[in-house]
């Protein structure tokens, strides 16, 4: 990422009682991380991939077990005034888990098929050009023996 990035928009599982706003204050388990390019992101096909993510995709996601909420976010240049407009614009989206990031991975991958027979899927690549998506543990700052087998192996 070669630019710094705004929050766009926060959602939080329709069954935990916290706004968008306390979820990254909530403890967790990890995130869920998807980076994303859109070289045109003015273009109507990012517009409806930008729709899709918001009336779809998060709700999918946060709908397997072990998400608590999500935050997107965008590259900063776009909120510039008289910014360039034509560089590519970099998109996050961070899934906050109460779970084990790894099984919400796994909850992602089994859903796929699913998603694909309803329509819930999307070939996004013609316009988004993914750079990773993958899950990311919680370093608990309490358990310093998780590294333990590391040390010394420098």
Not at 79 to 84: L, S
Request: proline letters at 8%; hydrophobic letters at 40%; aromatic letters at 12%.
């Amino acid at each position: 990422v070669d630019d710094f990035l705004v929050p766009l928009k926060g959602y939080v599982r329709h069954d935990r009682l916290v706004s968008a706003d306390a979820l990254p204050f909530r403890p967790s388990k990890g995130v869920y991380l998807m980076v994303s390019r859109f070289a045109d992101h003015r273009s109507p096909e990012a517009e409806d991939i930008y729709r899709w993510y918001d009336q779809v995709r998060i709700p999918d996601l946060l709908d397997c077990p072990g998400a608590a909420g999500a935050w997107t976010f965008a590259s900063r240049h776009l909120f510039i005034p008289d910014g360039d407009q034509s560089r590519p614009v970099m998109r996050i989206t961070l899934v906050y888990l109460e779970s084990d990031p790894v099984d919400f991975a796994a909850a992602i991958a089994a859903r796929r098929g699913q998603w694909a027979r309803t329509g819930r899927e999307r070939d996004t690549s013609p316009t988004e050009e993914a750079l990773f998506a993958g899950p990311f543990r919680a370093v608990d700052p309490w358990k310093p023996a998780r590294f333990a087998a590391s040390e010394g192996n420098a």
